[in-house]
């Protein structure tokens, strides 16, 4: 998200989702779309249907990339070389936009002399993918009229995440795929609300709106309206909570609906972090591993017992409506958030939902028109929407960027945080599966899910579990610098020889164990897509 | 048997599913034939979205640890043991001691509030959720 | 007597409500949002039976629930166990069934009626009145001309309507449908034979205005002939997404599981839930090995509708609703599937 914030002003998909079926050339990368955005997958394979061209980048054999013209299979974390030898190729070819780039970008000739400095041979060489391929697929893109790019965390999940996002932003400025209806630039976000959640400032530096903390203005606007004193000095990231509770001072803490224990990296220090604060409340619907190491646990209610909005990732509010009443004793999260607060000396009153939102269109400029009696229409809208009489805004950036110009922002190659060496050879990446969702406390309720998926697999080339003598659905110990688990292998030509792939939805082989720490220095994502690895047999 | 259309919870895509109720049970979900995303289909998650609503491992009571136990409590004692720790630990260690992880599965609405709640009573900026992961 | 009546067009939500009374109402309704859906109505007054666009889903899941309770057990504290089936039959009168999904229904009739009678179903389906509606203008993906089961279906309902525009043309099928008319008889009059020629008249256009032109008998025989190609079979592989979709909307997908669920410690539920052959859980080995492959299990999807149950019953199991269509997160369906074997 950083990644496009700094490039157009606005870190969200640029297109609808509908419009992806409508590009001639669609670009995937680090998005296992079948599996973990099926919906999109399923407009990408209409649009190849429609004689669209695909090009996949990804490591891994996926679905997707079996409807691709070009899959480009790259080592991993080779994004920026890749990008960077399709932009010179493009640049040779005389496939620029000339003119968008000269009345929508600025800083464009220090992209240019960049390019111009690489040595193509020797970046393609770094990637691991044949220049011809990586030819092929510049050529496509570069004549593409409606080109789209989407990506997901295979991109932002390095530790030069931020750099990868902005060298797809400079692919697309290059040839002018921003801007126009079925164009654009498409980060999938993962979680149903994610989009909301940042809208709404759950954001350690921003109010809701992406509205900076930091800024007198914007402090001022919701100090009055809040009647209350607001810090200026923006907050820890959730890592730098987890991990780090000591060091940033932190005594107590309140998790709402997520399970940190199995979705942060290195599990271990979360551990610790929770059993050393001197309080932890968790509101969940299950007793999650994070609920079991709490002070107070709240039992919460359902998506199907409450109502409210989520944002989905081309920026739609819709309605989430109640079906049923909370089970059991369990409240709405509003509830015990406003509960907690009358108890801490600060009045909330809201009758519904409705009203917070209109508060929240109140503050938020973005959502400045977004009133619940309107969101029937037309299903919900799409921000930004300053007004109540604004129809919303299927596509950004029409006429000019948010942050005006667009600025190109070269990058270059780095290496990830822990590259593979004799004691752990393997590259092990991290990711999601089609039957579960995150930590799996809502799908691996479901019988038919977890029938499907009962467990995590770690996916191994069969050259190296021949080398190894590992059986296919054998159990084996998978070891980082950070820990051991013991996994079941699934032996597949998905992964290349070297790389080890699982998914983090089991905490009966809780893969967050293993993970690094490090993190990309600007947007602060994990680098779940590289560590290294060893794996053992285990000895009976 | 009702029908209550809603937003699917399983992914970033956000269909429209219908949740099927009979006698206050979510018994199925079925997709919107006009809803521009899910166009008359869902995934395997979002067919299986009523699955886990019921499910008898649901958190149905409040629970507070004694003697490093969870045990079951009432909702004021929770909330006043919740509110009485804030209230300490931010007055013993300032606003800055307090974490607050907000999520991505829950609504805008509860965002909005969670985060306020942080900024406006504890008086932090430290919120954050895992948009990362 | 004759074997037609007329019922003014007027007069319908006043029949509706009359044959409705003490039981649950089920009819197309479009709601706010656009959705046409089988939906239970409580009141007339305020809702609108909608006879003109196609629900979006059919009524199998009135009759086969998507989850449904059929056994309740508790566990007393001596250690006996105790258990009592779950039979729900609720009253219901269908109104405004189309053909393809009447012919849904008569195919669950025969499933669930071998080897043994299903409780769970019949107990349903003995409450139920079937009022179905012929269908004036095919939709936009319906074939069912080509898998013999509408526009207009000749058997099956209680009571089968037909839109002559100004009037409704109302015709007996089973038995209670006679008595349906014979004690409501006040709201009819005799059909005329221009009724009948009327009627015969939009059957006729009905027939020819079919968007889709689906060769299911030419389809029929080459798979029973086994002259498919078998890149026709990978292709389908390579294209599924696993959803489950196709199987969840078809009027006569009727795979199911059953779970055993506790509710508390002492009392649990037996539950019935709709599954799908596509599965790979479905076939799935305890120790994990499938005898069926993936290839495999959409290859018999296929089949069982167009080759095996041509073969047990002499009739394809599709009713060429069009649910399936265009809903594939592959981009493949029934039709482009009968397309391909054709030109295989």
Redesign the interface.
């Known amino acids: 998200?950083a990644g496009l914030a700094t490039t157009f002003g606005s870190g969200a998909m640029t297109n609808?989702?509908?419009e992806i079926e409508q590009a001639d050339v669609i670009i995937v990368s680090g998005s296992n779309t079948?599996e973990?955005?099926?919906?999109?997958?399923?407009r990408i394979?209409?649009a190849v249907?429609g004689s669209a061209g695909l090009i996949v980048i990804d490591p891994r054999k996926t679905?997707i990339s079996?409807f691709a013209s070009v899959h480009l299979q790259i080592r991993p974390g080779t994004d920026i070389p890749l990008l960077n030898c399709i932009m010179r190729i493009i640049l040779d070819e005389n496939l620029v936009d000339d003119v968008f780039i000269e009345m929508r970008t600025e800083n464009y000739v220090v992209l240019r002399d960049m390019l111009y400095r690489l040595d193509l041979d020797e970046t393609a060489a770094e990637t691991g993918v044949s220049l011809e391929k990586i030819r092929r697929a510049a050529k496509l893109f570069g004549r593409a009229h409606k080109g789209v790019f989407c990506y997901c965390l295979g991109i932002?999940?390095h530790i030069c995440g931020t750099d990868n996002v902005r060298s797809i932003a400079n692919l697309a400025m290059l040839t002018g795929n921003v801007e126009k209806q079925d164009t654009g630039v498409d980060p999938?976000?993962?979680?149903?609300?994610?989009?909301?959640?940042?809208?709404?400032?759950?954001?350690?530096?921003v109010?809701?709106g992406y509205q900076g903390?930091a800024d007198p203005t914007a402090r001022e606007k919701?100090s009055r309206a809040?009647?209350?004193?607001?810090?200026d000095?923006?907050?820890?990231?959730?890592l730098d909570?987890t991990h780090k509770?000591r060091e940033?001072?932190?005594?107590?803490?309140?998790?709402?609906?997520?399970n940190?224990m199995l979705?942060?990296p290195v599990q271990d220090k979360v551990k610790e972090t929770f059993d050393s604060l001197?309080?932890l409340?968790v509101a969940?619907?299950?007793?999650t591993e994070t609920?079991?190491c709490?002070?107070?646990?709240?039992?919460?209610a359902?998506?199907?017992?409450?109502s409210?909005?989520?944002?989905?990732?081309?920026r739609?509010?819709?309605?989430?409506?109640?079906?049923?009443?909370p089970?059991?004793?369990?409240?709405?999260?509003?509830e015990?958030?406003?509960?907690?607060?009358a108890?801490?000396g600060?009045a909330?009153a809201y009758d519904n939902?409705a009203e917070?939102?209109e508060?929240?269109a109140m503050l938020t400029p973005l959502y400045g028109g977004m009133h619940h009696d309107r969101l029937?229409e037309n299903?919900g809208l799409q921000w930004p929407c300053p007004d109540r009489n604004h129809p919303g805004t299927p596509y950004l950036h029409k006429h000019s960027f948010t942050r005006g110009k667009g600025l190109f922002q070269p990058a270059s190659h780095q290496e990830p945080g822990e590259p593979p060496d004799e004691q752990y050879p393997f590259k092990l990446m991290t990711g999601r599966v089609?039957?579960?969702?995150?930590t799996g406390?809502?799908?691996r309720?479901?019988?038919?899910?977890s029938?499907?998926c009962p467990r995590a697999l770690l996916e191994i080339n069969p050259e190296d579990a021949d080398r190894l003598g590992v059986r296919d659905?054998e159990y084996v110990t998978l070891s980082t610098r950070r820990g051991n688990i013991t996994i079941c292998t699934k032996i597949t030509d998905r992964v290349q020889p070297g790389m080890l792939y699982t998914s983090f939805h089991f905490h009966e082989a809780p893969v967050n164990k293993l993970t690094i720490g490090s993190v990309d220095p600007t947007?602060?994502?994990?680098e779940?897509k590289i560590c290294a690895a060893r794996l053992e047999r285990i000895q009976s | 048997m009702q029908y209550t259309l809603t937003t699917c919870a399983h992914c970033g895509c956000g269909c429209g599913v219908y949740l099927h109720t009979e006698n206050g049970r979510v018994v199925g979900s079925a997709p919107s034939k006009n809803h521009p995303v899910s166009r008359g289909n869902l995934c395997v998650k979002g067919w299986h979205l009523h699955d886990f609503i019921h499910s008898p491992h649901r958190l149905t009571t409040p629970l507070i640890r004694k003697n490093g136990v969870l045990v079951p409590a009432d909702w004021e004692e929770a909330l006043d043991f919740t509110a009485t720790s804030l209230t300490r630990i931010k007055k013993d260690h300032g606003p800055d001691a307090i974490g607050v992880v907000s999520s991505a599965k829950c609504t805008n609405e509860e965002n909005f509030l969670l985060q306020k709640f942080t900024r406006a009573v504890l008086q932090t900026n430290n919120i954050d959720h895992c948009a990362r992961l | 007597m004759s074997a037609a009546y007329i019922l003014a067009k007027d007069h319908l939500k006043s029949f509706v409500r009359k044959i409705s009374k003490g039981s649950r109402l089920i009819a197309p309704v479009t709601n706010e949002y656009g959705d046409t859906l089988y939906s239970e109505i409580n009141c007339l007054d305020s809702t609108q039976i909608d006879t003109q666009h196609q629900p979006q889903s059919s009524i199998k899941h009135f009759f086969l629930p998507q989850q449904e309770s059929i056994l309740s057990y508790s566990v007393s504290q001596a250690g006996e166990y105790h258990f009592s089936n779950i039979l729900i039959g609720v009253p219901t009168v269908f109104f405004g069934v189309r053909s393809c999904d009447l012919a849904g229904l008569l195919y669950m009739d025969v499933i669930f009626s071998n080897p043994a009678k299903d409780p769970y179903y019949f107990k349903k389906r003995e409450n139920s009145i079937i009022i179905s509606l012929g269908c004036n203008e095919p939709f936009e993906n319906c074939f069912c001309n080509a898998t013999k089961s509408g526009p207009f279906l000749d058997f099956g309902f209680d009571l089968r309507f037909t839109d002559l525009g100004d009037r409704f043309l109302v015709e007996p099928g089973r038995k209670r449908g006679m008595e349906i008319l014979e004690e409501f008889a006040y709201f009819f009059n005799d059909a005329s034979e221009q009724d009948l020629k009327d009627q015969y008249q939009l059957q006729l256009e009905s027939r020819s205005s079919f968007q889709q032109n689906v060769h299911v008998d030419l389809a029929i025989k080459k798979l029973a002939n086994e002259e498919v190609g078998k890149d026709v079979w990978q292709d389908l592989a390579d294209r599924c997404q696993d959803c489950g979709g196709c199987a969840y909307v078809c009027p006569t997908c009727t795979c199911f599981t059953i779970t055993d669920q506790p509710v508390s410690e002492s009392e649990g539920e037996r539950v019935r839930s709709w599954d799908a052959c596509t599965f790979a859980g479905f076939t799935r080995m305890v120790g994990g090995h499938n005898p069926v492959s993936s290839e495999h299990s959409l290859r018999r999807r296929f089949l069982h509708k167009l080759k095996y149950d041509v073969s047990l019953h002499n009739r394809t199991s599709c009713t060429g609703c069009g649910r399936c269509v265009g809903i594939c997160f592959g981009g493949v369906d029934i039709i482009k599937f009968i397309s391909a074997v054709c030109e295989s």
């Open positions: 998200m609808s989702i509908s079948t973990a955005h099926p919906q999109i997958a399923r394979i209409d249907d679905d079996k932002t999940q999938l976000r993962g979680q149903n609300n994610v989009q909301g959640a940042c809208d709404m400032g759950a954001l350690p530096n109010f809701p903390v919701f809040w009647k209350s004193e607001l810090s000095k923006p907050g820890l990231t959730l909570m509770s940033n001072g932190l005594h107590a803490m309140f998790i709402m609906g997520e940190p979705s942060d001197e309080f409340a969940d619907i299950f007793l609920a079991r709490a002070h107070v646990v709240f039992p919460a359902s998506f199907a017992e409450k409210g909005t989520f944002t989905n990732s081309e739609r509010v819709q309605h989430v409506r109640q079906a049923i009443e089970i059991g004793d369990s409240r709405t999260d509003s015990i958030i406003t509960d907690l607060s108890g801490m600060y909330m939902p917070i939102m508060e929240i029937n299903w089609y039957h579960h969702y995150h406390a809502m799908t309720a479901s019988h038919l899910l029938r499907e659905g947007a602060k994502c994990p779940y």
